[in-house]
């Protein structure tokens, strides 16, 4: 059953410490989501890669996050250093685009990791 | 750009009974996906139904169905035979088809409540 999987599932950290988030997308997806989500503003969308390209990434605050794609089964989320004001959950999304755009059907459906809950006291 | 509003922040519903949720659209692509997701308290979001704009019929994936009302821009998701583990967090979503590069936008979400 493919899956994104992210790590960790539940982070404790304190301010000033360096967080990086781990998402391995599934089997096949060549592009790649960040979205944080809090209860002020619900789902945000951080950045994304297509090909392990970034695409955007204007919803990051620049100076403290930085999200790379190492290779086509890894991309990493590092914060630092983390704020109390990051704490949130971030999730992992992944799907596949065609060329021309995204595939026709539900098979342009983006699947979400579980999502990595952190918390920076 | 793209907007998705949805205007119930909560929501109560009678065991075995149906609910709609609402979902309001604004897009200028003339292609374009609907998607709703459902986030029970664990946390995951798990994708429910997809909706083409160009689809011909309604999607329908067992107990959820979308109403689709392109000339109103809505996307609403209708709930049959509610369970309580239907309680949970809803998210209306869309992106742009014939835009390669664009990823969904949500909308703020409808809490669903199912009453025994």
């Known amino acids: 059953d493919a899956r994104v999987t992210q790590t960790p599932r539940h982070k404790v950290t304190e301010m000033g410490q360096e967080v990086t988030m781990r998402c391995q997308p599934i089997?096949?997806?060549?592009?790649v989501f960040w979205y944080r989500q809090t209860m002020m503003q619900g789902l945000e969308l951080l950045a994304y890669?297509?090909?392990?390209?970034?695409?955007?990434d204007s919803g990051m605050p620049k100076d403290r996050f930085s999200a790379e794609m190492p290779d086509a089964t890894l991309a990493t989320l590092k914060i630092q250093p983390s704020e109390p004001r990051d704490s949130a959950v971030y999730f992992c999304?992944?799907?596949?685009?065609?060329?021309?755009?995204?595939?026709?059907?539900?098979?342009?459906?983006?699947?979400f990791g579980e999502g990595s809950w952190l918390t920076v006291v | 750009a793209q907007k998705i509003t949805q205007t119930q922040p909560g929501m109560f519903v009678q065991e075995k009974e149906a609910v709609t949720l609402d979902c309001t659209y604004d897009t200028s692509d003339p292609s374009y996906g609907l998607f709703w997701y459902k986030q029970p308290s664990s946390g995951e979001m798990i994708f429910l139904i997809y909706q083409g704009s160009y689809d011909q019929q309604n999607a329908t994936e067992g107990r959820y169905s979308l109403n689709f009302q392109k000339a109103r821009k809505s996307a609403n998701l209708v709930i049959s035979a509610s369970q309580l583990g239907d309680s949970a967090m809803y998210f209306c979503?869309?992106?742009?088809?014939?835009?390669?590069?664009?990823?969904?936008?949500f909308g703020k979400g409808t809490r669903l409540s199912v009453i025994a």
């Open positions: 089997l096949g997806h060549n592009t």
């Open positions: 999304a992944s799907g596949l685009v065609l060329r021309g755009g995204w595939s026709g059907g539900s098979g342009n459906t983006i699947y």
């Open positions: 979503a869309m992106r742009g088809r014939n835009s390669g590069n664009t990823p969904l936008v």
């Open positions: 890669f297509r090909n392990r390209a970034p695409l955007d």
